[in-house]
């Protein structure tokens, strides 16, 4: 099968916006182009399955001819046999048909939902992303869209179907007896009641289970992340209470809502065994009144166990509905999220130059009238060195996420090469960018997959020197497998010094235009610290840098040194000047040094 590349996020996110109050039709039309697989899938299903119809016709005419004494009885046996035996064979191939077109929808569809998670994941602002725990968006990506693709199965499929079946059956039913056929209408009110009666408690409890499902993964992501922290500590016994506490919850909320769907499996299953019996014995009494032959007795209770079976089955789709169901609203947190990042049409940056102007720039985050910015004026120079200080909270994070486009801001402007941040392509300017965070993430590859991560058409030559000034020459000459070696999960194989030259060597690789450095330094001892102080500083004459630090040694050979203070400019100079101004920055250098 062809899984099909390229579904649209703007399909799904469009379907879902229309139809966020309705998550049966926001579904169908997620399907939108796989109409046709279902009808073929349906045509072909029912060719498939005609023996179940044909076959209780067949057993009826049997007896039928037996108990008759016509003269052509075997001539008729055969014949009706034979046209049983036929499209016994013509199952196999029509199965096989019936499953590709089924499978082949709802696989795409399942895949392009991962999909379109994934991408609006990647261009929702960080702020959006970080309202989410990571172990939700997995749950939402992982187990969401596996409820979804079992619901797609049971309403375009199964659902199908049932009311292919029940259709036959009623047909064939009326054609040969209209009182029989009133009887059987007699559980549509029934199935009715115990919908009404049951639905909601599903609906209800399905909510419940799927956010502490939620809650769950989130907790337990967390938990893995702070393992080291946990055994350093010795708060293992804390650590394995929360989490069993958790778990019991959960087992809880299971449960209750186990039993909700027991109570409306075993109620149902109960009437509609009832009424089968009710059937038997009623076509029974029409049989001995000769109102109907001998053998229909036998094609009513077969189509009236067909009829029971398939509304049962309908009825106990409905937990299974109810939790798909809830899984396209969970999705629909994720694909309704108004906040992402919108290029298009924007001013592609070709060639960055670095020039900067900050003017009287402000921001708060939403939903607070606080700035944790305010009023910030500054003129940055192609190829200047800034270095941001203060204490922490003062704003220099807050600049930084501005400056690679993370944040907005809220007031004032941040031009770049004189066009305003909010006007540029930021995919185009972030690829002239250079950033090596405090905290350095790496995925469990090897040295050489995380230093070119994202940099394609990388020389030999380059790569090496880019070791060489990292400082990771040293380092990988003693691994085992050199810059093959594998870093691990996050890189815990590694030393936070080791690791933070890897982020370093990232960067070197990029050739950037602007580096921006958020204390890309302070994990490494006072000799690592000089070797990339160095590489950093040769690299950062051809570049504009962006630096936040808390070592003076870091910040000293700095063009400008911005020092913060509650969101605001205190004072602004170079190293001398800072000192000889006997202000602020002089009294806190001592916390630098």
């Not at 014949?79 to 191939?93: D, R, S, T």
């Not at 199908?160 to 009887?183: E, G, H, Y």
């Not at 001995?288 to 166990?305: A, C, W």
């Not at 000089?530 to 910040?555: P, Q, Y």
Request: hydrophobic share 45%.
């Amino acid at each position: 099968m062809d899984i099909a590349k390229g579904n649209s996020i703007e399909r799904f996110e469009e379907s879902y916006r229309k139809y966020s109050e309705r998550p049966l039709l926001a579904l169908i039309a997620f399907y939108k182009g796989y109409y046709h697989n279902f009808l073929l899938s349906v045509i072909f299903y029912t060719i498939k399955h005609s023996p179940m119809w044909v076959m209780p016709i067949v057993t009826a005419n049997i007896i039928n001819y037996v108990t008759g004494g016509a003269e052509n009885t075997v001539e008729l046996i055969l014949i009706n046999a034979g046209i049983l035996a036929f499209l016994l064979i013509l199952n196999v191939p029509m199965n096989y048909l019936h499953m590709h077109f089924r499978a082949s929808a709802v696989r795409n569809v399942e895949a392009g939902l991962r999909s379109a998670l994934v991408h609006k994941i990647q261009t929702m602002t960080i702020l959006s992303e970080k309202d989410i725990q990571s172990g939700r968006l997995q749950s939402k990506i992982i187990r969401d869209v596996e409820a979804i693709e079992t619901l797609s199965d049971q309403i375009f499929v199964n659902f199908m179907n049932i009311i292919i079946n029940v259709t036959v059956a009623l047909l064939v039913t009326v054609s040969k007896s209209r009182v029989v056929f009133l009887f059987f209408l007699m559980m549509v009110p029934l199935a009715a009641v115990l919908v009404y009666v049951f639905k909601r408690p599903i609906k209800v409890h399905n909510q419940r289970f799927r956010k502490e499902v939620e809650s769950t993964s989130a907790m337990v992501s967390e938990m893995i992340e702070l393992i080291p922290v946990t055994r350093a500590h010795a708060l293992e016994d804390e650590e394995t209470d929360r989490m069993d506490e958790q778990m019991y919850q959960i087992a809880a909320e299971g449960y209750r809502l186990d039993m909700v769907q027991t109570n409306f499996g075993a109620v149902s299953w109960a009437f509609f065994q009832l009424f089968q019996v009710g059937c038997l014995v009623f076509t029974a009494f029409l049989a001995l009144n000769k109102i109907i032959k001998t053998g229909d007795v036998v094609l009513y209770q077969s189509y009236f166990t067909t009829i029971v079976g398939q509304v049962t089955s309908m009825l106990n789709l409905l937990p299974t509905i109810s939790k798909g169901l809830e899984s396209v609203n969970s999705i629909g947190e994720v694909l309704s999220v108004d906040e992402v990042e919108d290029n298009e049409g924007k001013q592609v940056i070709t060639d960055l130059q670095g020039d900067y102007s900050f003017r009287h720039l402000g921001y708060s985050y939403p939903g607070n009238d606080m700035p944790v910015l305010e009023d910030f004026n500054l003129e940055v120079k192609q190829g200047e060195t800034i270095a941001f200080v203060g204490e922490s909270g003062a704003g220099k994070s807050t600049i930084l996420n501005i400056l690679i486009g993370f944040m907005m801001p809220t007031q004032g402007k941040l031009l770049i090469d004189g066009v305003s941040i909010e006007d540029i392509d930021l995919r185009s300017y972030r690829k002239n960018l250079a950033v090596v965070p405090q905290s350095t993430a790496l995925f469990s590859g090897t040295i050489k997959d995380n230093i070119l991560y994202g940099s394609t058409g990388v020389t030999e030559e380059a790569f090496d020197r880019v070791i060489e000034e990292s400082g990771l020459k040293k380092v990988v000459e003693k691994l085992p497998d050199g810059i093959n070696t594998v870093v691990g999960e996050h890189g815990d194989r590694l030393s936070g010094g080791q690791k933070q030259r890897i982020s370093i060597a990232r960067a070197l690789i990029r050739n950037p235009r602007v580096i921006i450095l958020d204390e890309a330094t302070s994990a490494l001892d006072a000799i690592s610290e000089r070797e990339v102080t160095g590489a950093l500083d040769n690299m950062s004459k051809s570049c504009t840098t962006f630096i936040v630090a808390h070592k003076l040694a870091t910040v000293k050979g700095a063009d400008q040194i911005i020092v913060m203070k509650n969101g605001k400019m205190v004072e602004k100079g170079t190293y001398d000047e800072l000192i000889e101004s006997r202000g602020y920055f002089y009294y806190m250098k001592e916390s630098l040094e």
